[in-house]
């Protein structure tokens, strides 16, 4: 069965330090891996897809199939970052939805 | 372009109501799925469907049923409501391998 882990529920940091979001998977085939931030009660954007390798606001990640992982990292963090992030897993068929991970409550001190 | 349309936005029901949340997308998608959004719990998928007449059943299936006569609509059914199924719930619509998902605004249910 196919798992995916964020091991903080909750990350704090003061704006302008490093941010680095966590996330671990199980799949036995190739996953796509995928990075969504949920703005206060609002619906789930899409803001990293592993297979585009981009940047968006900052942001970027690398999937390592040595360690399944794929965190999530920016180099100087913003208060607008402020948000609930999930990690996602879709098995290689794409058919059959997302597996998410429990989410990390990220807080940007000013 | 709407994308994905959830209704309604909120919605109070009493235990052993059935009701029906909308979701329709007009991005001509084939794949689309139902999730809730629970505390301490992320989302966890409860149906899912790759084209019209096609359904699956997900991590969480039970109480819930799911129907996929057109490519732009997927309702999700409450068969008799139970305080269980308080949650907010997610639609979203895929294009498929290499596409992210488009998710709606959410359906804030309470059960009482």
């Known amino acids: 069965a196919q798992r995916v882990t964020q091991p903080e529920k909750l990350l704090s940091v003061f704006k302008g330090a490093p941010v680095e979001l966590k996330c671990n998977y199980s799949?036995?085939?190739?996953?796509?891996l995928f990075w969504y931030v949920q703005y206060s009660r609002q619906r789930l954007q899409l803001l990293l897809r592993?297979?585009s390798r981009e940047s968006i606001k900052g942001f970027t990640a690398d999937l390592n199939k040595g360690e399944t992982s794929f965190h999530l990292k920016k180099p100087f963090a913003q208060e607008e970052d402020s948000a609930m992030y999930y990690c996602?897993?879709?098995?290689?068929?794409?058919?059959?939805?997302?597996?998410f991970g429990k989410g990390t409550h990220l807080i940007i001190q000013p | 372009n709407a994308g994905v349309t959830q209704t309604p936005k909120f919605q109070v029901l009493k235990t052993g109501q059935s009701m029906t949340l909308q979701c329709a997308q007009d991005?001509?998608?084939?794949?689309m799925s139902w999730y809730r959004q629970d505390p301490g719990m992320g989302l966890r998928l409860i149906h899912y469907s790759v084209g019209a007449g096609i359904t699956d059943q997900g991590e969480v299936p039970n109480g819930y049923n799911v129907s996929r006569s057109t490519t732009e609509d997927f309702p999700l059914r409450l068969l008799s409501a139970a305080p269980s199924q308080t949650s907010v719930y997610f639609c979203?619509?895929?294009?498929?391998?290499?596409?992210?998902?488009?998710f709606g605004s959410g359906t804030r249910l309470t059960v009482v």
């Open positions: 979203a619509s895929s294009v498929g391998t290499g596409g992210g998902y488009t």
């Open positions: 592993h297979i």
């Open positions: 996602a897993l879709r098995s290689g068929g794409g058919a059959d939805g997302l597996t």
């Open positions: 991005m001509n998608h084939e794949y």
């Open positions: 799949y036995s085939g190739s996953p796509e």
